[in-house]
């Protein structure tokens, strides 16, 4: 495990593994770069120090005295190893010389769940943001050793400590009790307070990485590493798209021997640069770019671009190291560079042909290629880019922050990002759902191909392929996920030009035909409805249309009609409010081209207006109309695609959040210790023995159908005889079971309706037999009465974490293919949603007047998943296969859990990469 090693420690009384990293580099809120780390014997003097340089009155709010034998007491308890019910973290300068935060939570070391909280900040970083970077982390490591509570003694009139409290955005209760103020903070609390506490979070690292960044994207000082006297060289090429685009702050150059290079002076080292700057952008070959970058990092500067490629993974090691070390942001290496088109900074810095526009759309990409594309569609169609960064190969700035970024950026009025991976998801969901709310997202889903299965064992891990991870991300995080390039391009103008549409019902009008079928065509494909007009409006548009024309909908004009005659008859369909769009299907006649008439009128009703011309857009163009433009598209396809996308967004900022509800009957005590007793047994994991699997799921209230386990024939006909009373026409079912089975249906291991003690012997007999030493035994239930068959489990995705899947269940669920994922934990939303969205949803809701299904079992099943997953993360694949659903209930027939060893993860907890 890079960066971290693996702790056993110690919580009420059982055993967790839990994360425990050598190091953690964060930011501080001025944007500052800070080390975290559990602190050694050889941080004693460093947090002695800490303390002998705090001021009088710092030392009596922290000690309630002054002397220095609490300063002492404090740096040896912090730097002794590990002990049950304590733990520290220390904040370092980022270069690791100087102690600059001291946390502590302290048990009495009995198994209590509460511990006391105590901090320390060095009097130079107070005010910055440090405690309640300190704070953050512990809360996360003790509540992952079996801390509940966290108390604080403070003097009352310690307000900076009872600020930092209050802003965490955990409830904190406060007692007086002999002039001192207790602070209790629950770490376990409600789901509601818990969202809080992450929105509190992720404002807090909102803020520090936009301040963290400004050094790169708005630099005072920019010099350039790499540009020679090669007038065709990567360097001689940035250095004249800086200089072309007018960057406002000073420029130099780094150069070994020159004194100028392209009339910029040039100097041999950073530090003898006449002004540190803010901004180094590197074009030096790969086996210089260590040692610049550290140069760089020594001699104060604040941010690097690194266009180089061909790095060994020795040389990728230094350059990071450098970075954390000295504190800087880095973007690349191998990228085309980045650019800020706000005229107060005018830069520049990619040495692509392409140079971005001034305008709204922030862009992110990793390909350089594709980087240049997609500057050229956006200042061809007039969107202009605000931001655009090339992120290359991420070893920093990533596309979180970039959606950080413009989202503070009132200049951008849309992120687009065409990234091959996220290195957070999680956080990436969060960061674009609040950035969403503002303005689009959107982004191309790559890694949709089938050779992006991973081999796995269950039916859920198998249904969850990248396409249905990826997709499960993009919807709960609203992000517009488009097929192809070009297809962001289209929804890029026609978000950038158009309202959005307030539903799915689209009129096509246009003047030929055939046209117009295919255009009708294309948006019912897309997820559009294509609803026939009233009577009234039918009647107004024969009225002003010539005879002949069709005026339903689609509507024909007929070739002769004029541009005028169509614009009036646009907006008598809009002002009908029978549709929540238009699209206009329009071919030039010997008459005249009507498109003419459409641009010289309101490029902008209340409603979507948009246009397939063939002969007027190689792919899609932003024609100028009065007061706006109107988005014309080559093809039907296109633009019926970009509507629906239009569409989705509209849907989904209507849409409530959500909310996850609370579960009674949860005992994640229970769970975690099955599961650790489980790990200790079976160090490589693996699949859990019947009894075990249902404890598990007991735990979280998921109750399996009544079963028995059978080793052999007798003992399968005793067994049979309790269970039989309970069955479907007193039937039984037997299963085979053994750790190496993981699909029963695969080797014949299943045997229905059986009755009588002749039936089940000959039937587990039969099964030993023909499936041999795989075979521990057999699985008795009582034969379940007639539902609809389902399927709900849990996979544990490696970039995206735990997900839960639901769809059509049995031994068809490879066959239908009907698998839905959400990412966890779900909301009430996204549960409701799993169930509408999938293809036994009319079965579920009652199909030709059936009664309908007991969905809110299901949808609760669906939550304590969703919830087991998150709380116990060594849970790699669950799988309720079939989960018979009826009018009186949910019924778990079959269940498979396999777990693995894995430490425990917050993918909230502010961490640069």
Not at 684 to 697: K, N, Q, S, T
Not at 719 to 738: F, I, N, Q, S, T
Request: aromatic share 4%; proline share 7%.
């Amino acid at each position: 495990m890079s960066g971290a090693n693996r702790a056993r420690v110690e919580g009420n009384g059982t055993m967790h593994e839990v994360d425990t990293p050598h190091a953690i580099w964060a930011l501080a809120a001025d944007g500052e770069t800070v080390l975290l780390r559990r602190p050694g014997p050889e941080d004693r003097d460093r947090v002695l120090a800490m303390h002998r340089a705090m001021s009088a009155e710092n030392l009596y709010l922290r000690f309630f005295g002054v002397s220095e034998s609490a300063a002492r007491a404090t740096a040896e308890r912090v730097s002794r190893p590990g002990r049950p019910g304590y733990g520290a973290l220390i904040a370092l300068t980022p270069d690791g010389d100087a102690v600059v935060g001291v946390v502590e939570y302290n048990g009495d070391g009995s198994g209590s769940d509460e511990a006391e909280l105590a901090l320390a900040v060095a009097d130079a970083w107070q005010g910055r943001g440090i405690g309640t970077l300190l704070i953050e982390h512990v809360v996360t490591m003790a509540r992952a050793n079996g801390v509940r509570t966290l108390v604080a003694d403070l003097l009352p009139w310690n307000r900076p400590m009872l600020r930092v409290l209050e802003d965490m955005g955990m409830p904190v209760r406060n007692r007086l009790v002999s002039g001192v103020l207790s602070c209790a903070i629950p770490l376990d609390g409600d789901i509601p307070t818990i969202e809080r506490y992450l929105t509190a979070v992720a404002r807090r690292e909102a803020l520090a990485d936009v301040a963290s960044l400004v050094p790169l994207f708005a630099p005072r000082s920019v010099a350039i590493a790499g540009a020679g006297r090669r007038v065709d060289s990567v360097g001689r090429a940035l250095l004249h798209n800086i200089k072309a685009a007018g960057y406002t702050g000073s420029l130099s150059v780094l150069h070994p021997t020159a004194a100028e290079v392209d009339g910029v002076l040039a100097f041999p080292t950073p530090d003898l640069l006449p002004e540190i700057p803010d901004l180094v952008v590197v074009a030096v070959p790969a086996d210089r770019v260590p040692d610049l970058v550290e140069d760089c990092g020594r001699a104060g500067v604040r941010a690097v671009v690194v266009v180089t490629s061909g790095g060994t993974p020795e040389q990728a090691a230094r350059v990071h190291a450098s970075i954390r070390r000295h504190g800087m942001r880095m973007v690349g290496p191998n990228c085309l560079g980045i650019a800020q088109t706000d005229p107060a900074t005018a830069l520049n810095a990619t040495f692509g042909w392409a140079v971005p526009a001034p305008g709204g759309a922030g862009v992110a990409v990793q390909s350089g290629g594709v980087g240049i594309a997609l500057i050229e569609q956006l200042n061809r169609l007039g969107i202009g880019v605000s931001t655009f960064a090339s992120l290359g190969d991420k070893y920093d700035v990533s596309g979180n922050d970039m959606l950080q970024w413009w989202q503070a950026d009132p200049r951008t009025t849309m992120a687009i990002l065409h990234l091959e991976s996220f290195g957070n998801p999680r956080k990436f969901s969060r960061i674009a759902r609040t950035v969403g709310r503002a303005k689009p997202v959107l982004t191309v889903d790559a890694g949709r191909s089938a050779a992006g299965r991973r081999a796995a064992g269950s039916h859920t891990a198998a249904a969850v392929t990248p396409t249905v991870a990826r997709g499960a991300l993009f919807r709960q995080a609203g992000v517009t996920a488009v097929q192809t390039l070009g297809d962001l391009v289209a929804v890029a103008a026609l978000l950038h030009a158009q309202p959005l549409p307030d539903g799915a019902s689209v009129a096509v009008i246009g003047n030929a035909g055939g046209a117009g079928v295919l255009a009708a065509d294309a948006c019912v494909d897309a997820g559009l409805a294509v609803p026939r007009f009233g009577p009234d409006l039918e009647a107004d548009l024969r009225a002003l249309l010539p005879a002949g024309a069709a005026c339903a909908n689609p509507v024909d004009t007929t070739a002769t009609v004029d541009g005028e005659i169509l614009r009036r008859c646009v907006d008598r369909v809009l002002a009908a409010g029978h549709v929540d769009a238009v699209v206009l299907a329009l071919a030039p006649t010997a008459l005249g081209d009507p498109l003419g008439d459409i641009l010289a009128g309101p490029a902008v009703r209340e409603r979507p207006v948009l246009v397939i011309a063939p002969e007027r857009a190689a792919s899609v163009e932003l024609l100028p109309a009065v007061d706006g433009a109107v988005p014309v598209y080559n093809d039907a396809r296109t633009a019926a695609v970009a509507l629906a996308h239009a569409y989705e967004r509209s849907m989904w900022l209507t849409r409530p959040r959500g909310t996850v509800p609370p579960l009674p009957d949860v005992d994640r005590g229970a769970a975690r210790a099955l599961v650790a007793d489980h790990l200790t047994r079976e160090p490589d994991g693996g699949w859990l023995p019947p009894r075990e699997c249902a404890r598990l799921l007991g735990a979280y209230g998921i109750e399996v159908s009544p079963w028995r386990q059978a080793f052999d024939a007798d003992e399968a006909v005793a067994l049979a005889r309790e269970l039989a009373p309970l069955g479907a026409y007193g039937a039984v079912v037997l299963k085979a079971y053994g750790p190496h089975i993981v699909h029963k249906s695969d080797v014949g291991g299943v045997r229905l309706r059986l009755v009588g003690d002749d039936a089940v012997r000959e039937a587990f007999t039969d099964l030993a037999r023909r499936i041999g030493a795989l075979m521990e035994s057999v699985v008795i239930q009582p034969m379940a009465a007639s539902g609809v068959e389902l399927i709900a489990g849990v996979t544990q995705d490696e970039v995206l974490g735990p997900l839960v899947l639901f769809g059509l269940g049995g031994v068809t669920t490879d066959v239908l293919g009907d698998h839905g994922a959400r990412l966890t934990p779900l909301t009430d939303l996204d549960a409701h949603t799993l169930l509408a969205g999938s293809r036994g949803a009319p079965l579920l809701y009652g199909h030709r007047g059936a009664s309908p299904t007991d969905t809110a079992g299901i949808e609760n099943i669906l939550h304590r998943l969703s919830r087991l997953a998150d709380d116990v993360p060594q849970l790699a694949e669950a799988d309720l296969n079939p989960l018979v659903a009826r009018p009186d209930g949910v019924t778990v027939l079959d269940a498979r859990i396999r777990l693995a060893p894995r430490p425990g993860h917050d993918p909230y907890l502010r961490r640069l990469r």
